[in-house]
C-alpha cells in the first residue's frame, strides 16, 4: 500500500492508500480497492 494525494476543486486534500502497483502500471494492476487514510488510521486505533 502506498499513500496517495488528491486536490479537489476546492483545494481540499485527500489522503488514502493504494496498491503501489496501480500508481505504477495503472488500475488494472490491482483488483483492491483504494482506502481513505481516515478510515485506516480509526481502524487501527480500534486494534
Same mark, same amino acid.
Given at each position: 500500500?502506498t ?5 479537489s &476543486?476546492?483545494?481540499? +486534500? ?7 502497483? *496501480? ?7 490491482? &483488483?483492491g480497492?483504494? +482506502? ?7 481502524? *487501527?486505533?480500534?486494534?
Amino acid at each position: 500500500m502506498t499513500l496517495r494525494t488528491g486536490t479537489s &476543486k476546492r483545494s481540499r +486534500v485527500y489522503r488514502y492508500y493504494s496498491c503501489s502497483a *496501480s500508481g505504477r502500471v495503472g488500475k488494472s494492476a490491482c &483488483k483492491g480497492r483504494t +482506502v481513505p487514510m481516515e478510515n485506516l488510521a480509526i481502524w *487501527s486505533h480500534a486494534m
